[in-house]
């Protein structure tokens, strides 16, 4: 058995011995290596971010934090790798950072025949999409899920450049491009700022008045919430 191909089913062992956890001498049986072989293997599984945990003494052993890990993934390595260009294409939008972090555990955790094929396939597949900057993303990020004012400078079509504070409400991409559609203090409306333009953001202390997303309108009909 490869590495690779152990330290797979080395993960999924501890993850079904579930609190009990495993020593590392049934570890090293299982696999027919050596104890010292298996507490390397283990620490190469903890540098990678396997959430890992261990008890010393008699009844110790190790396993991995439940709430950490994902149980085995079923995708073929087309589908997998169609996640990835999606993600990767995608760094202007809401939360791209944690998509292709997700993304990221999801590959981890493909067993590895189709992980092989699907970082062949990847390879093929170049993307070169700049992406706003992150102090400025995650300051929006973060006023709209804590639904907390957020202060931009924002610089319009016409050049004009304006410090509002802007109550998020809604994220919205239409035409190739990502907007922060909010409630704007200084204009006292709801208005429609292409990400794009903002040149600083801030999130505030200042918790938003309860806009709801009804009073932005109608969307279009070819426009939907993610969730579908």
């Known amino acids: 058995m490869k590495r690779a191909e152990r330290l797979h089913a080395l993960s999924e062992m501890l993850r079904r011995s579930g609190p009990r956890g495993c020593t590392a001498e049934r570890l090293a049986d299982e696999f027919g290596v050596s104890v010292r072989t298996v507490k390397r ?91 706003t900057p992150r102090r400025i993303r995650s300051a929006l990020e973060d006023a709209m899920a804590e639904q907390r004012v957020v202060r931009i400078r924002y610089v319009s079509r016409d050049g004009d450049d304006t410090t509002r504070d802007v109550e998020p409400m809604m994220f919205a991409a239409t035409n190739g491009r990502w907007y922060l559609v909010g409630w704007c203090r200084l204009r006292d409306a709801v208005r429609w700022f292409v990400v794009s333009r903002i040149e600083y953001a801030r999130a505030t202390t200042m918790a938003c008045s309860g806009h709801g997303i009804d009073e932005i309108g109608a969307p279009p009909t070819t426009a939907k919430p993610v969730n579908g």
């Open 41 to 131: 293997d283990l620490t190469a599984l903890e540098n990678s971010g396997a959430p890992l945990w261990s008890r010393p003494g008699p009844g110790g052993g190790y396993g991995l934090v439940a709430r950490g890990t994902l149980p085995p993934v079923s995708l073929t390595p087309v589908q997998a790798v169609a996640l990835l260009a999606a993600v990767s294409a995608a760094t202007d939008a809401p939360y791209a950072d944690l998509a292709s972090a997700g993304v990221r555990k999801i590959m981890d955790v493909l067993d590895p025949p189709t992980r092989a094929k699907a970082d062949e396939l990847a390879a093929r597949i170049w993307v070169d999409a700049p992406a």
